[in-house]
């Protein structure tokens, strides 16, 4: 079985400043993990990726996650907040032989001025 | 999202009407997959379908069917619609275990 939490329904930063999103996850086998964002009335894009290699992960619009095995977490983050990041965050596990992936319930991201 | 089509957008149904969500996709991916987005509970997968001709149940596939019509059409059915079917609903493909692409999503609304 595998489940997703994500600590934090809304989190609030200024611009400028860390942004940490936290991801937790349990599976019984080696995860593949990803971070989609999803912008209003919009579907959900990948951000990026973990499936086995490298485990500090360099994504799109300058975010990137740690893969923690001994944590069983996958945080996003990104070092300085732009006002376009405002958006809803997904965190999610699939693995080899799983095709469906199971989300987080996720996380609102707000970029005050 | 060019790669992954919804139709409708948008839709307004009364209790016990029936519907079809179409998605249809041009990536060639051989696995598609419809999700429903309810607040605080994130995406929850309904029907998948890992290749042309087959279907399988997901979280929630209670009071939806599927079809997988050929590589690129994937529809979602809704037989009698019921208020708690009131959700955005996202078609999303796959190649194997590469990340999933998704649709714009149908705002879906039953009075």
């Known amino acids: 079985a595998q489940s997703v939490t994500q600590l934090g329904s809304h989190v609030s930063v200024s611009e400028g400043a860390l942004v940490l999103l936290r991801c937790n996850y349990s599976s019984s086998v080696p995860p593949y993990l990803f971070w989609y964002v999803q912008y209003p009335n919009q579907g959900l894009q990948l951000l990026l990726k973990y499936t086995s290699a490298a485990t500090l992960v360099k994504g799109i619009n300058g975010f990137e996650a740690e893969f923690k095995k001994s944590e069983t977490s996958f945080h996003l983050t990104k070092p300085s907040a732009h006002m376009s990041d405002a958006a809803e965050y997904f965190c999610?596990?699939?693995?080899?032989?799983?095709?469906?992936?199971?989300f987080g319930s996720g996380t609102r991201l707000q970029v005050q001025p | 999202n060019a790669g992954v089509t919804q139709t409708p957008k948008f839709q307004v149904l009364k209790t016990g009407q029936s519907m079809t969500l179409q998605c249809a996709q041009d990536?060639?991916?051989?696995?598609m997959y419809w999700y429903r987005q309810d607040p605080g509970m994130g995406l929850r997968l309904i029907y998948y379908s890992a290749s042309e001709g087959t279907t399988d149940k997901g979280e929630v596939p209670n009071g939806y069917n599927v079809s997988r019509l050929n590589k690129r059409e994937f529809s979602l059915r809704l037989e009698s619609a019921a208020p708690s079917q009131t959700s955005v609903y996202f078609c999303?493909?796959?190649?194997?275990?590469?990340?999933?692409?998704f649709g714009d999503g149908t705002r879906l609304s039953i009075l």
């Open positions: 999610a596990v699939g693995s080899t032989g799983r095709r469906a992936l199971t």
């Open positions: 999303a493909t796959s190649r194997d275990n590469q990340p999933q692409h």
């Open positions: 990536m060639n991916h051989n696995s």
